[in-house]
């Protein structure tokens, strides 16, 4: 998988957007960005993933700069619920099915 | 839509006993599943990759005859753990990725504690 650096941990207050960077400056051109978080405990939990256009669900929002080597995940209304291990992972030659977990970023939502 | 369940949630053993994990995906059907591990305050690391009707494949380092690996059915893959020892408590999580997509999903995790 092409290396990702992350923040080590971020907080955010409840309520407000958390913005979560991740470097991805060996992204290949057929390489996805995934993001997963992990909640204390559980398994981890897929949120989105994009090529180059940005992605929005009922999740989250993905932002990929036009060089794709870098992105941001946007939660628009962090709640404590919230509070997880988020990942950023880019996959090897374009496919999900192998993932390598790096460090991650821990965010914590402060009430 | 895309659940993987696991079983059991958490395990007690004896040391020297033996312990089988399960992992479905419930609704949908994948060739592949991976089991990962889990120690406290680490990462995940993947052991195996199970493949349906063929035998797993093991990264290095992990004992393929300790961690036993049975993929029978398209939505059923096992992890035994062999002859537990305290060193293999860990969190122990699988993934699977529906047929046609990329995306893995994974289940809720087993932690086992050996004793």
């Known amino acids: 998988d092409a290396k990702t650096t992350q923040p080590p941990s971020m907080d955010c207050a409840e309520g407000r957007a958390a913005n979560l960077p991740c470097n991805h400056s060996?992204?290949?051109?057929?390489?996805?960005v995934y993001w997963y978080r992990q909640i204390h405990s559980q398994g981890p939990q897929y949120i989105i993933h994009?090529?180059?256009n940005n992605e929005t669900n009922e999740m989250a929002s993905l932002i990929i700069t036009e060089d794709r080597k870098s992105s941001t995940l946007i939660l628009p209304h962090a709640t404590l619920r919230d509070t997880a291990v988020y990942y950023c992972?880019?996959?090897?030659?374009?496919?999900?099915?192998?993932?390598?977990f790096g460090s991650g970023t821990q965010l914590t939502v402060l009430p | 839509g895309a659940v993987v369940s696991q079983h059991p949630s958490w395990v007690i053993c004896k040391s020297g006993t033996s312990v089988k994990i399960e992992c479905r995906s419930l609704?949908?059907?994948?060739?592949?599943m991976f089991w990962y591990r889990q120690f406290p305050k680490q990462s995940l690391m993947l052991m195996a990759t199970?493949?349906?009707?063929?035998?797993?494949?093991?990264e290095q380092g992990v004992e393929k005859d300790k961690f036993l690996i049975n993929h029978a059915s398209l939505t059923l893959s096992t992890l035994t753990v062999t002859s537990a020892h305290p060193e293999d408590s860990s969190f122990y999580i699988c993934?699977?990725?529906?047929?046609?997509?990329?995306?893995?999903?994974f289940g809720p995790g087993t932690r086992l504690l050996v004793l």
């Open positions: 993934s699977a990725a529906p047929t046609l997509t990329e995306t893995q999903y």
């Open positions: 060996t992204i290949s051109g057929n390489e996805y």
């Open positions: 994009g090529l180059k």
């Open positions: 992972i880019v996959p090897q030659g374009g496919s999900a099915r192998q993932l390598t």
């Open positions: 609704d949908f059907q994948a060739t592949t």
């Open positions: 199970s493949n349906e009707g063929s035998k797993a494949t093991y």
